[in-house]
Nanobody, 119 residues
Framework: QVQLVESGGGWVQPGGSLRLSCAASGSFFSINAMGWYRQAPGKERELVAHIANSGSTNYADSVKGRFSISRDNAKNTVYLQMNSLKPEDTAVYYC?????????????WGQGTQVTVSS
């Protein structure tokens, strides 16, 4: 079994910063792509940032220049540094990892962590 555990969410004022972490644990060979998604109330889940095993990244236009995704392959962990936060960034943030196991390559999701940006 594979588990993704997120941490680092919370409340912050507009203009503030938060850093999310997501650690993968369980039985697997490696992790391919990792990413962060978010879902605001009444909206569909959307991609925020994505990082390949090679380290190449891509971002949603709404967060470019403010958010930064990184990963530590030795720790099977992905991070999302969020700066200059805006109220519209308020959402539940989910990490996703494509995990390579013995006979399969499957996506796994974390349980989500709430990020609230308000004054």
């Amino acid at each position: 079994q594979v588990q993704l555990v997120e941490s680092g969410g919370g409340w912050v004022q507009p203009g503030g910063s938060l850093r999310l972490s997501c650690a993968a644990s369980g039985s697997f060979f490696s992790i391919n792509a990792m990413g962060w998604y978010r879902q605001a109330p009444g909206k569909e889940r959307e991609l925020v940032a994505h990082i390949a095993n090679s380290g190449s990244t891509n971002y949603a236009d709404s967060v470019k220049g403010r958010f930064s995704i990184s990963r530590d392959n030795a720790k099977n962990t992905v991070y999302l540094q969020m700066n200059s936060l805006k109220p519209e960034d308020t959402a539940v943030y989910y990490c996703r990892a494509v995990v390579v196991r013995t006979v399969s390559v499957d996506p796994y999701w974390g349980q989500g962590t709430q990020v609230t940006v308000s004054s």
